[in-house]
């Protein structure tokens, strides 16, 4: 098993930034595909960016590119997402996703986070 927990969501204004993270244990981080996906209320979950194994391959949803970065250190265990100039839609709980092949679909992840929240006020 393999488990994940997210940290460094909270309250910001439009035009902000957050760093998030996620850290995972209990199993080798670096054969994952890791990817960010958000849920904002009443929504479907949605996907945010991904990151293959290495860490040279990143890819983002339109809604984020040029705003987000994600990245991840194989030795510490970590995911990252640092997310720039905030808008209020980006207000969701964030979660980070472990799979074994780089997709955008929710149903290809089988190891999930708890989530954080991310709000940002206008």
């Known amino acids: 098993q393999l488990q994940l927990v997210e940290s460094g969501g909270g309250l910001v204004q439009a035009g902000g930034s957050l760093r998030l993270s996620c850290t995972a244990s209990?199993?080798?981080?670096?054969?994952?595909?890791m990817d960010w996906f958000r849920q904002a209320p009443g929504k479907e979950r949605e996907f945010v960016a991904g990151?293959?194994?290495?860490?040279?391959?990143?890819y983002y949803a339109d809604s984020v590119k040029g705003r987000f970065t994600i990245s991840r250190d194989n030795a510490k265990n970590t995911l990252y997402l640092q997310m720039n100039s905030l808008k209020p839609l980006d207000t969701a709980v964030y979660y980070c996703?472990?799979?074994?092949?780089?997709?955008?679909?929710?149903?290809?992840?089988?190891?999930w986070g708890q989530g954080t929240q991310v709000t940002v006020s206008s």
């Open positions: 996703a472990a799979g074994d092949q780089m997709a955008t679909t929710k149903e290809k992840f089988a190891y």
């Open positions: 990151l293959s194994r290495s860490g040279v391959l990143p």
């Open positions: 209990g199993r080798a981080f670096s054969s994952y595909v």
